[in-house]
């Protein structure tokens, strides 16, 4: 709301600057040549890409679950609106800023929740990839009951006794302790055959269906065909216009990667063993930081970069589902799941060069958006240089030596010394396309002659 108010007062503004020039081209110059033309104003160029960008940003992101333990006696005050407004302050809010500055991590993110889920579904029989998601983004909980609270163990196919239990008798839920949330490998087969919802009960737990996924879509879509449709009747688009093109095509990938992942799920399944039982966590051991500093930063450049870091997570000492868990995805998995979104990255970039040659309002604002279109290209296409080495020597072994460690090497040190250019440009960029709203080209608000579009003599 802030964002909207913020954009209605620049247009407001912007209109007043340009009163003397904005006046004739509006209602003169161009009701003259296009006659009856219709012509659309500032604020509607402005409502028009701010209503998408927020759309396609905030709808598109399908976070984690985020537990948060419940306390009891809390009021009306601490119920009703601080925890709200903490969880969208602490959590939501920098998400989507996040996604606004980094929307192509955030695509790499949703491949490899992709990817993993699909490898997940085909370990259970009538699993689909929507368990699979749920599984990855924190679905389950463990628990521990209270030492006086009755319990059946779960059973497994071999008819033994599992660690996992189910409440038999009456007690306070208040009272079960949170321990960690838990990955595929905690279970047995036989234990999420038992304890897994239905696909139809995991998409009533997500807070959008089908209807709204597909209304998202649609006003991209109808975006994404008017730019297009101004390019064919040679029509400028502004730099705003420009910039809310180039989240709504990556969101668009975004968003259909996501499509069967339940979004904004709360409350994770409890999943219980008994106060005495023991929790190991299973499958591989979490990795460690190695070396000195300036190795232990280039791991963690190379990791983050291309979603590595899950393999440094001991999830059984977390007491929520890391934000960017995906679980820990196989190299092979992760170099397929970095080298396409790095590549749409580098288009993200490259779709703002549309507006390349036009007329900025001063040449300090042109040569600010030439420098960030150029690093919004290269520094994914940097990334996109690591995930190929990665696809190349994966092939051949499980270690990087020789000239695939040099690349490695020098691809982590440009990612760390372009690093807070990139961050720069994106906020560079919306700052000039807001800027630039102050001395619009006459054609910029003519609008679209759709009667073009209609096959006729």
Same mark, same amino acid.
């Given at each position: 709301m802030l964002i909207l108010i913020l954009a209605y007062y620049l247009a407001q503004s912007a209109h007043s600057e340009a009163g003397p020039i904005a006046a004739p081209i509006e209602l003169r110059d161009i009701a003259s040549c296009d006659g009856q033309r219709r012509q659309r104003t500032l604020a509607n160029i402005i409502w028009s890409c701010l209503s998408t960008i927020v759309l396609c940003t905030w709808v598109a992101v399908h976070p984690n679950v985020q537990f948060r333990p419940e306390k009891q006696g809390q009021g009306w005050f601490e119920k009703g609106l601080w925890n709200p407004l903490h969880e969208a302050v602490t959590f939501k809010l920098p998400l989507f800023l996040w996604a606004l500055l980094f929307p192509e991590y955030i695509l790499s993110w949703a491949v490899r929740q992709y990817l993993q889920a699909g490898v997940i579904s085909k370990q259970v029989p009538r699993w689909t990839r929507t368990h699979g998601n749920f599984m990855i983004m924190g679905g389950f909980h463990l628990f521990r009951l209270p030492a006086d609270a009755p319990s059946i163990p779960l059973p497994l196919k071999s008819r033994e006794p599992s660690n996992f239990i189910n409440p038999a008798g009456i007690h306070n839920r208040e009272d079960e302790i949170p321990v960690c949330p838990l990955k595929f490998e905690d279970f047995p087969v036989d234990i999420l055959r038992i304890i897994a919802p239905t696909e139809t009960e995991l998409k009533d737990r997500g807070k959008s269906d089908s209807l709204t996924k597909i209304i998202v879509l649609v006003q991209t879509l109808w975006f994404v065909i008017q730019c297009i449709a101004r390019g064919t009747q040679k029509l400028p688009l502004t730099e705003l216009e420009v910039v809310t093109l180039a989240y709504a095509t990556l969101n668009l990938f975004i968003y259909i990667f996501w499509w069967d992942k339940p979004r904004n799920?709360?409350?994770?399944?409890?999943?219980?063993?008994?106060?005495?039982?023991? /929790?190991?966590?299973?499958?591989?051991?979490?990795?460690?930081?190695?070396?000195?500093?300036?190795?232990?930063?280039?791991?963690?450049?190379?990791?983050?970069?291309?979603?590595?870091?899950?393999?440094?997570?001991?999830?059984?000492?977390?007491?929520?589902?890391?934000?960017?868990?995906?679980?820990?995805?196989?190299?092979?998995?992760?170099?397929?799941?970095?080298?396409?979104?790095?590549?749409?990255?580098?288009?993200?970039?490259?779709? /703002?060069?549309?507006?390349?040659?036009s007329v900025f309002s001063s040449c300090a604002e042109r040569i600010m958006w030439h420098v960030s279109c150029v690093a919004m290209i290269a520094v994914p296409f940097v990334v996109t240089i690591l995930c190929v080495v990665m696809v190349v020597g994966l092939r051949k072994s499980d270690v990087f030596d020789g000239w695939n460690a040099v690349i490695l090497i020098i691809c982590s040190n440009l990612l760390m010394l372009s690093g807070w250019l990139y961050i720069a440009s994106r906020i560079v960029t919306l700052v000039i396309a807001f800027a630039a709203l102050r001395s619009l080209a006459p054609a910029a608000f003519t609008t679209v002659d759709w009667t073009t579009f209609i096959p006729h003599i």
């Amino acid at each position: 709301m802030l964002i909207l108010i913020l954009a209605y007062y620049l247009a407001q503004s912007a209109h007043s600057e340009a009163g003397p020039i904005a006046a004739p081209i509006e209602l003169r110059d161009i009701a003259s040549c296009d006659g009856q033309r219709r012509q659309r104003t500032l604020a509607n160029i402005i409502w028009s890409c701010l209503s998408t960008i927020v759309l396609c940003t905030w709808v598109a992101v399908h976070p984690n679950v985020q537990f948060r333990p419940e306390k009891q006696g809390q009021g009306w005050f601490e119920k009703g609106l601080w925890n709200p407004l903490h969880e969208a302050v602490t959590f939501k809010l920098p998400l989507f800023l996040w996604a606004l500055l980094f929307p192509e991590y955030i695509l790499s993110w949703a491949v490899r929740q992709y990817l993993q889920a699909g490898v997940i579904s085909k370990q259970v029989p009538r699993w689909t990839r929507t368990h699979g998601n749920f599984m990855i983004m924190g679905g389950f909980h463990l628990f521990r009951l209270p030492a006086d609270a009755p319990s059946i163990p779960l059973p497994l196919k071999s008819r033994e006794p599992s660690n996992f239990i189910n409440p038999a008798g009456i007690h306070n839920r208040e009272d079960e302790i949170p321990v960690c949330p838990l990955k595929f490998e905690d279970f047995p087969v036989d234990i999420l055959r038992i304890i897994a919802p239905t696909e139809t009960e995991l998409k009533d737990r997500g807070k959008s269906d089908s209807l709204t996924k597909i209304i998202v879509l649609v006003q991209t879509l109808w975006f994404v065909i008017q730019c297009i449709a101004r390019g064919t009747q040679k029509l400028p688009l502004t730099e705003l216009e420009v910039v809310t093109l180039a989240y709504a095509t990556l969101n668009l990938f975004i968003y259909i990667f996501w499509w069967d992942k339940p979004r904004n799920v709360e409350c994770p399944i409890r999943v219980y063993k008994t106060a005495t039982a023991s /929790h190991e966590e299973s499958g591989k051991e979490a990795e460690g930081w190695e070396g000195n500093w300036v190795w232990r930063w280039v791991q963690k450049v190379i990791a983050y970069s291309i979603g590595a870091q899950d393999h440094y997570v001991k999830l059984s000492a977390e007491c929520s589902i890391p934000t960017f868990w995906s679980g820990r995805v196989e190299n092979r998995l992760l170099a397929d799941a970095g080298l396409g979104p790095s590549l749409l990255g580098s288009a993200f970039g490259a779709i /703002h060069c549309i507006v390349w040659s036009s007329v900025f309002s001063s040449c300090a604002e042109r040569i600010m958006w030439h420098v960030s279109c150029v690093a919004m290209i290269a520094v994914p296409f940097v990334v996109t240089i690591l995930c190929v080495v990665m696809v190349v020597g994966l092939r051949k072994s499980d270690v990087f030596d020789g000239w695939n460690a040099v690349i490695l090497i020098i691809c982590s040190n440009l990612l760390m010394l372009s690093g807070w250019l990139y961050i720069a440009s994106r906020i560079v960029t919306l700052v000039i396309a807001f800027a630039a709203l102050r001395s619009l080209a006459p054609a910029a608000f003519t609008t679209v002659d759709w009667t073009t579009f209609i096959p006729h003599i």
